[in-house]
């Protein structure tokens, strides 16, 4: 009779400590998936502060060109906006 008491008892654990590890493993690529959705979203804001960057720099130049050329028509800066 206590034999099969303890294991049940066994049984009923060891059934705790699988769905906690399963738990703690979804817990786990839950946080990987959110990491790398993070990771993504930096990526694309850097490439938009580059591009943004690159766009104030080549429009710089031109006003730089334009400045010591008043007499001229703006001419086109030459940034093409990414699409």
């Keep these: 009779m206590t034999f099969s008491v303890i294991s049940a008892l066994i049984s009923f654990l060891s059934g705790i400590a699988n769905a906690f590890v399963s738990f703690m493993s979804w817990l786990h690529e839950k946080d990987l998936v959110q990491s790398g959705i993070a ?45």
């Design 39 to 83: 990771e993504q979203k930096l990526l694309d804001l850097q490439g938009r502060i580059n591009a943004a960057q690159k766009a104030m720099a080549v429009r710089q130049a031109q006003r730089d060109i334009d400045e010591r050329n008043p007499n001229g028509v703006m001419s086109d800066d030459g940034y093409q906006r990414p699409e």
